[in-house]
């Protein structure tokens, strides 16, 4: 196997993580269920804490100078958003609890208004439940078509597939940037190009990219695109949305309520300019201010050295698994992101993980919220998925572990 020289020290990285820490208390993990969620830095936690410690205040309200404080923090971490995916202003981006509530924001709000019968929505055979089951819904609700866009065998998107799907009657394609299953990084800013061309909007699904590679809305050209901070070494329950300024200023409210309006009376109500319209009630203010911290800390790294530390964590791994006989990995080989689903022998996925986490590596089974997705590759699969506090020893443990596996189930050498 070539020797690699990495241009990232994860151990060093993992210094800035408590969770890596020795604790009296817990075992020491090999986390690899970064799909799900990522470990958060102590900056993140130290910024959230400090935000509830000392400057605890209602946004938008309060005459008071802790209530200006708070604002300023929460305007500070949508400017830092807006900064981190290039967005033109940063009243394009939207706080919302995540990506599934981005996207559920984009289907009741535009969808409601602008989606006919008979209209064609998009989306790929690899979309998590999150950017699958709103637009069911509304095709539901809307007497509009949902048109499945399916993978290929080796678990990509064909182009020439959307040219022939994409008709006058199409509004929307929606799709993941990398997908949480197979790993595929999908060509967005192609899609959305075609999209365009077709008289379509496009939204792409970001949770799985954004911490893992640069993410440039401008560059792509879409016209939604989410991601969810937990996924992005942030805080749970926070998210942003961004949307192009026009779309966002004739899409009407998702939410109503305190925050978004500039007056009401009885006869009328004048609503408050993008994003606050869509910010009705107190938003995730401490979760905001932790958001932006993890976004310091990606760019403290550099999103090009991380993507460029990931990919070759990537082909080192995808070089040692297939040591492990009768494993079959899914998704595309060798240019994907550093997600593996994977499934060994005829052994379930779940006893897979289980035996895993006995020996203190933790990965995902199951079908990772993508049912349909599951179909097609026959059922559920067992998942690692890699951070950049990950490097060449925990895939070396997953590999043992693997083989570990096997012997338990029955299975020779
Ligand atoms: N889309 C993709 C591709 C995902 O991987 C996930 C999370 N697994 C989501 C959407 C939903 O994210 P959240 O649960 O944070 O809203």
Redesign the pocket.
């Known amino acids: 196997m070539a020797t690699m020289t990495f241009s990232i020290d994860a151990g060093e990285i993992r210094g800035q993580f408590p969770f890596f820490q020795p604790h009296p208390e817990m075992r020491s993990v090999i986390y690899l269920d970064n ?2 969620t990522t470990q958060k830095p102590y900056a993140v936690i130290e910024a959230v804490s400090n935000f509830w410690a000392y400057h605890n205040a209602n946004v938008h309200r309060g005459g008071h100078g802790a209530g200006a404080k708070a604002s300023e923090l929460y305007e500070a971490a949508r400017e830092r958003v807006a900064k981190f995916l290039n967005a033109r202003e940063p009243a394009e981006i939207v706080f919302t609890r ?4 981005a996207i559920n924001l984009v289907a009741s709000s535009w969808g409601e208004a602008f989606i006919q019968p008979g209209d064609e929505i998009i989306v790929t055979e690899m979309e ?1 439940h ?2 699958l089951l709103p637009w069911m819904r509304l095709a539901e609700k809307k007497n509009a078509k949902l048109v499945v866009w399916r993978i290929t065998e080796d678990g990509r998107l064909n182009l020439d597939d959307l040219r022939t799907l994409l008709t006058e009657r199409t509004r929307l394609v929606a799709v ?1 940037h ?3 299953v197979l790993g595929t990084i999908n060509p967005v800013a192609e899609i959305c190009r075609l999209a365009h061309a077709a008289g379509a909007l496009c939204l792409v ?1 970001a ?2 990219s954004v911490a893992h590679m640069p993410v440039d809305v401008q560059a792509i050209d879409c016209d939604f695109l989410m991601f ?1 901070g ?2 992005a070494y942030g805080p749970t329950g926070i ?1 942003a949305l961004y949307a192009k300024r026009a779309l966002l200023e004739t899409m009407p409210p998702y939410q109503m309520g305190g925050g978004m309006v500039q007056t009401v009376s009885w006869e009328r109500v004048v609503l408050a300019p993008p994003p606050a319209k869509f910010e009705a009630g107190t938003p995730p203010i401490g979760e905001a201010i932790g958001l932006h911290a993890a976004l310091d800390f990606i760019d403290s790294i550099g999103r090009d050295a991380i993507e460029a530390y990931e990919h070759e964590l990537t082909q080192y791994a995808l070089e040692r698994l297939q040591e492990v006989p009768g494993l079959r990995l899914y998704g595309p080989v060798p240019d994907r992101a550093g997600i593996f689903a994977f499934t060994l022998e005829d052994i379930h996925p779940h006893d897979i993980a289980t035996v895993l986490d006995t020996r203190d590596i933790a990965i995902r089974s199951g079908l990772h ?1 993508a049912h349909p997705l599951g179909e097609r590759l026959g059922g559920s699969t067992a998942r690692a998925s890699l951070a950049v506090y990950n490097d060449t020893a925990h895939i070396d443990a997953l590999i043992e572990g693997l083989h570990q596996v096997r012997k338990v189930f029955g299975y020779a050498g």
Do not use: F, M, R, Y
């Open positions: 799909a799900a995540g990506t599934t509530e998590h999150a950017n993941a990398i997908s949480n699904d949770a799985q969810s937990h996924k998210g919220c």
